[in-house]
């Protein structure tokens, strides 16, 4: 009997596209999916190091099935790569295999199933990388039937002080463009009309290979015939540029959802975060972003308590803001994470001090949300219908090109369609539309 395989992710959708090239790998390789994790024989736990809540939650959940399973434990992804082999000799996994090596997973079990001796594959040498767009990928479906997300670059070389993501991903890998094109291609003719390109910063996509800059990509990926919808994550601001605006400009089936993280308002804080850029710079994009498309949405995250953050930084951070309106922001207090520049920088605030500082910001930046959702009130939108609403059968839900929640009267033969509509009210951050002609 075939052995069969569990994995759950931790994490990025970086991360899920990884694991459903590992599930792919997997079944290549001779192993079935089981239906959870109480019939698996191998057990995958593809991890998040970002932050260190992440990796205690992956570490507490992959020892909770070591004391209770005969399983083979494997640990995949970041913590893998940022832990190492010190997993497998205090008895936590049995094997583990860093970002690298994730998309060959099958054959890595299936050697050590078969004798291999090897229990960690970590190697980052450019012939051990794995590369994520495979032909066979395209026709299988993420969660949801119509959409696809398309990885276009591994790593990241920026160095953000907080960021672990350089030491555990490696250096900027991007993926032949036409290869890109051609896999996106194929995802269409099989049904897909949605697409995200997906990478740490997209901005850099072909810097370190010569190929097209990203917004050459972009206006080819937009111009395949059926795709309704192009999203792209994550933008750096440092090259967030004209020419990336001017394409999304001139196609409307790209999206009008911008995510350009800050971070801090504070140009002080910026340059300890080694981002950059500074505050000039950032509010440049945001008038060029209000001159050149009239209606679009900016997204951000934001990082409050970093070492040295003063009252007066932090203040620049409310003045940003308020000054930008972000339509949404993933805010966070700052955790420092072993191995990155900023955990030896001496910390001045208590974790009550800095969760008091994004208490308040996440208070302001609700109240800005609201206001946003609530102007979109009797105004015309366009949106792809994602599926059935959990609350009521005859509801579906969508999301416009501004990327806001919508819910709508509808079908199951919407799923996947463009459908227009008129907002007609708001409740919590979700818009209520109504279909129009
Ligand atoms: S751009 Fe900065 S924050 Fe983003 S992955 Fe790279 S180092 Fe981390």
Not at 42 to 55: D, G, K, M, P
Not at 63 to 85: E, F, N, Y
Not at 320 to 345: L, N
């Amino acid at each position: 009997m075939k052995k069969r395989f569990y994995i759950e992710t931790f994490g990025c959708q970086m991360n899920k596209g990884d694991s459903d090239l590992m599930a792919l790998s997997l079944e290549t390789a001779g192993f079935d999916r089981a239906d959870g994790e109480a019939d698996a024989d191998i057990l995958i736990f593809n991890t998040c190091s970002v932050r260190s809540h992440a990796e205690s939650r992956a570490l507490a959940r992959v020892r909770s099935v070591r004391k209770s399973d005969s399983a083979l434990v494997v640990i995949a992804g970041c913590m893998a790569q940022r832990l190492g082999d010190s997993l497998v000799a205090d008895g936590t996994a049995d094997l583990v295999v860093g970002p690298y090596q994730s998309p060959k997973i099958g054959d890595i079990i299936a050697g050590c199933l078969g004798g291999r001796k090897t229990r960690a594959f970590l190697s980052q040498k450019p012939e051990d990388f794995a590369g994520r767009i495979q032909p066979a990928a395209a026709l299988r479906r993420d969660k949801l039937p119509y959409h696809k997300w398309v990885t276009i670059t591994h790593g990241c070389e920026n160095f953000c002080s907080y960021c672990i993501v350089p030491y555990v991903r490696g250096k900027l890998i991007s993926f032949p463009s036409e290869a890109i094109v051609r896999h996106v291609g194929q995802c269409v003719a099989g049904g897909v009309t949605e697409i995200t390109l997906l990478g740490q910063n997209v901005n850099q996509y072909g810097m370190d290979s010569g190929d097209i800059p990203f917004h050459r990509l972009l206006e080819r990926v937009a111009g395949i015939k059926g795709i309704l919808r192009v999203n792209f994550l994550t933008s750096h601001p440092m090259d967030f540029n004209d020419d990336i605006v001017r394409v999304v400009a001139d196609h409307a089936n790209i999206t009008r959802s911008m995510h350009l993280p800050l971070q801090s308002g504070s140009d002080r804080i910026l340059a300890l975060m080694n981002r950059k850029y500074t505050m000039t710079r950032y509010h440049s994009i945001i008038e060029h972003l209000d001159r050149t498309l009239p209606d679009h949405a900016v997204s951000t995250d934001l990082i409050v308590g970093f070492p040295g953050e003063t009252e007066k930084d932090y203040e620049l951070t409310l003045d940003a803001v308020h000054r930008v309106r972000f339509d949404e922001a993933f805010m966070y207090a700052y955790s420092p994470r072993e191995g990155t520049p900023s955990f030896v920088m001496k910390e001045e605030l208590g974790r009550s001090q800095k969760i008091e500082r994004l208490q308040r910001l996440i208070e302001i930046q609700r109240a800005i949300s609201r206001e946003k959702l609530l102007a979109r009130i009797d105004r015309p939108e366009e949106l792809i219908v994602e599926g059935q609403s959990r609350r009521s059968p005859g509801e579906y839900r969508g999301r416009t090109y501004l990327n806001h929640p919508v819910v709508l009267p509808g079908g199951p033969g919407d799923v996947g369609r463009k459908i227009r509509i008129i907002i007609k009210d708001v409740r919590g951050s979700t818009l209520y539309g109504e279909r129009s002609a």
